[in-house]
């Protein structure tokens, strides 16, 4: 029981029925703390939160070396190139080695800007229920929910775009160039990987990973929630 409550039982048998009505007027003036949140309150709570992350994160990933130089989600050769890479850099081709993961990351990171979109339509389709669940899941749950709903069209959305920008930043030649040297060395296995696939996947990565960096944040920092509203709904998530 709260003290305020105790401490009117306590004055009940010396008070008088006005001076209890009066008491009992204040009572329901005072507000509650332990007033639960509508789901409405959680609902914008969370779209507010993925929505400061969209804009913050994945914003940072669009820029020029947002992924280049960004060591969480810089994107490196897959496992089939690594050989080709050093191969490339015993002959001392290293700088043409280094150009070809320079122009993997610029195509990501132009692929990125066409996602904003798409997170905003997921954001806004969020129910209540799926609000809620999230709100007390784990530290990326919000992160989770949106790869769900977006993976499939961000791919779709990704991947035309990283092939134009493999053009237009001249990284087909320079993969083609690189391939021809490397498969063209003696005693190698040759190789012919699927590039546009491969940067697409990691851009996606890349992105989600970034957003959780800010989820994390405001669920773990109070200094993050930035506004009442987020400080109001995270505040029953400590509590959890």
């Known amino acids: 029981m709260r003290k305020s409550q105790l401490a009117l039982l306590l004055l009940l ?3 008088g029925f006005s001076q209890v ?15 639960s949140l509508s789901s409405l309150d959680i609902s914008n709570g969370l779209k507010e939160a993925l929505n400061k992350g969209i804009e913050k994160q994945v914003t940072k ?14 994107i490196l050769l897959p496992a089939e ?15 043409l080695a280094d150009k070809g993961i320079l122009m993997l990351n610029r195509a990501a990171e132009d692929a990125v800007k066409e996602s904003t979109p798409i997170f905003v339509d997921a954001v806004k389709k969020m129910t209540f229920t799926d609000a809620k669940n999230i709100l007390m899941g784990s530290d990326n749950a919000a992160t989770n929910y949106l790869q769900t709903s977006t993976s499939t069209p961000l791919y779709a959305k990704f991947n035309p775009v990283i092939q134009s920008s493999f053009a237009k930043v001249g990284a087909d030649k320079v993969w083609a160039t690189i391939i021809k040297k490397y498969n063209s060395l003696p005693l190698v296995s040759k190789v012919n990987p699927d590039l546009t696939d491969y940067t697409t996947s990691k851009a996606l990565e890349g992105v989600f990973k970034m957003i959780a960096v800010e989820e994390k944040d405001i669920r773990g920092n109070l200094n993050s929630r930035t506004t009442n509203l987020l400080k109001k709904v995270f505040a029953k998530q400590d509590k959890k």
């Not at 009505?21 to 007033?35: E, G």
């Not at 190139?81 to 700088?95: E, H, P, T």
């Open 81 to 95: 190139l690594q050989k080709v890479d050093k191969a490339l850099r015993k002959i001392g081709l290293s700088s």
């Open 61 to 74: 990933l669009t820029a020029v070396d947002g992924f280049y130089k960004n060591e969480m989600v810089k």
């Open 13 to 15: 048998p010396v008070m």
């Open 21 to 35: 009505k009066i008491l009992d007027q204040i009572k329901k003036n005072i507000p509650s703390t332990s007033k």
